[in-house]
């Protein structure tokens, strides 16, 4: 089973920046897309960023330009850089795999960006 922690959220300002990370456990991580996901009060868990193995990346239109996904396989290791951050930005982060792995949802990471 798929074992996924989240780390590096916090409170930031507007235009503020942070780093999150994403540990994974087993060897498939190597083979899957990978996804950053976020959720916010009242609202549907949404697919903010992916990447496949071999490096494929979209993003959501909302975080295009402010926000970068990467990989690290050797460390089995997710990434999402974000800039600029906006207050509308605020939510738990996750990370998964596309399609999502099942019973594999860790906490998630909270981010809020607020003055």
């Known amino acids: 089973q798929v074992q996924l922690v989240e780390s590096g959220g916090g409170l930031v300002q507007p235009g503020g920046s942070l780093r999150l990370s994403c540990t994974t456990s087993?060897?498939?991580?190597?083979?899957?897309?990978m996804g950053w996901y976020r959720q916010s009060p009242g609202k549907q868990r949404e697919l903010v960023a992916s990447?496949?193995?071999?490096?494929?990346?979209d993003y959501l239109d909302s975080v295009k330009g402010r926000f970068t996904i990467s990989r690290d396989n050797a460390k089995n290791t997710l990434y999402l850089q974000m800039n600029y951050l906006k207050p509308e930005d605020t939510a738990v982060y996750y990370c998964?795999?596309?399609?999502?792995?099942?019973?594999?949802w860790g906490q998630g990471t909270q981010v809020t960006v607020s003055s």
């Open positions: 998964n795999g596309i399609p999502t792995f099942q019973d594999a």
């Open positions: 087993g060897n498939i991580f190597k083979i899957a897309t």
């Open positions: 990447i496949s193995y071999d490096g494929f990346i």
